[in-house]
């Protein structure tokens, strides 16, 4: 039998995005990957925009991704661990994938030691400087008064409005995301910030939609684990060293 001994990350599949055929390409292809780690993993984290939009009333989720959602739970039936990070498009989830899929829900940041090494997540939305605009929708979009608003939408249009707000988004304007210089990168300045008063020897992002391996200070490294849209990018945590990788690299 095969050591479960690698733990892995991947962020900002954004299923639903873009077209329906595209999607479900996409969910195919990130099942595949999770039907290659299912021998080995002991611990899975998806840190954010998992989906393109995900909103859960009291009796209703929104329909779809059903391969992925059984994948995950065959995962979860074999003892692996499953972590789910809210990100900007998904940041609706309350506790569906808490009592079907036995899964720990993070809000905002994860500090944890493995493997003898010390771990700083979050999705990234909303930190380092700059992009006021959002950080002050996100506070809106976090409240218990907008969700309890939405929730008084019936599905039809409050999913209706959602998928426009995602027709409309960066993912769906832009191409592959282009590296900035580190002053620039507002997530590699939010990281040197917070090395000055504690230390981690690995801070993993999504958000950022662009695989990265950045060295900081003292030896600590930023890792944006990219998106599937272009890169089917993720990170493995296996003999203490995080490294990024790629499923079925495009030629």
Known sequence: MTARNKIYFASDIHLG??????????EARFVRWLDTIKHDASEL?????????????????????????????ELVDLGIKLYLFKGNHDMWMFDYFVQELDATIINDELVLERQGKKLYLHH???????????KVLKKVFRS?????????????????VANYWSRHSRLAQK??????????????????????????????????HLPLDIALNGGSRYINLGEWIHYNSY???????VELRYFEPKE
């Open 144 to 160: 218990r008064l907008c969700q309890w608003l939405f929730e008084r939408l019936h599905p039809n249009f409050g999913v209706g």
């Open 235 to 241: 990170a493995t945590l296996e003999n203490s060293v």
């Open 45 to 73: 984290f998806l840190v954010g925009d998992v989906f393109d939009f995900w909103f859960e009333y009291k009796t209703v989720v929104p329909k779809g991704y059903i391969r992925f959602l059984g994948k995950l739970a």
């Open 124 to 134: 990234g939305d909303g930190l380092g400087p700059g992009d006021g605009k959002y």
């Open 17 to 26: 995005a873009l077209s329906y055929t595209s999607s479900r390409e996409r």
């Open 175 to 208: 191409d592959n995301e282009q590296r900035k210089s580190d002053e620039q990168e507002w997530l590699v300045s939010y990281c040197k910030d917070m090395l000055k008063t504690e230390y981690y020897d690995y801070l993993i992002f999504g958000h950022r």
